[in-house]
């Protein structure tokens, strides 16, 4: 999938290293080593929790305020974590925290509710062809997060958590609280208007 193609990009780039990040470093106490644990848990997966705000928010500054909430919320709630996957588990904070900095700051993103079927493509008649797949996997990065961040938000989260985050279906329902019926159609979609803003971009030379 072309999105890999970029993942080390979001990774050096938009991060520049997550450490500097964690809000929880100076903290004066570690009853029982909880905070301890807790950074050990959370710490190695902290590149992927902000490469997702980054995608869902399209923005450095707003993607450190939710990853800063994010977590906060995850320390305050730690003793509560039973899960086998602490990754997963910290993107759904990053997600849900995500919405609520949505509301606050962006809320005429959801004035209109999500409509799978006015937000779909028609199916595709047939599998991209060799010249198309190469042009997919040869795209300029920059045409690519372009029309990564062009996507609505619940195709832009599916496509990130399973092509850069490498997430299975089964994690990405959870993440988002829908069927895998539903991560599946979203994941389809999102590759099919990838590959037309690419085909369509890319190929003639036009500028979005």
Known sequence: ?????????GRDTMTGGTSGHFPMRNATHDAGGRLR???????PHLDAAYDLARWLTRSDR???DVLQTACLRALQFFD????????????TIVRNSFY???????????ATPFDEELHSDPPADRDLGDPEAALLRHADRHLLRQALEALPVVYREAIVLRE????????????A???????????ARARRRLQSFLLTYGSKGIKP
């Open 1 to 9: 999938m072309a999105a890999r193609a970029i993942a080390g990009s």
């Open 37 to 43: 644990r807790f950074e050990e848990a959370v710490l």
């Open 62 to 64: 707003d993607a450190e």
């Open 80 to 91: 509560g974590f039973r899960g086998a996957s602490p990754r997963a588990w910290l993107l």
């Open 100 to 110: 609520t900095w949505l509301q606050r700051n962006r809320a005429a993103e959801l």
């Open 164 to 175: 850069l985050e490498g997430m299975s279906y089964k994690e990405i329902a959870e993440i």
């Open 177 to 187: 609280g829908v069927p895998i019926g539903t991560v599946m159609s979203r994941l």
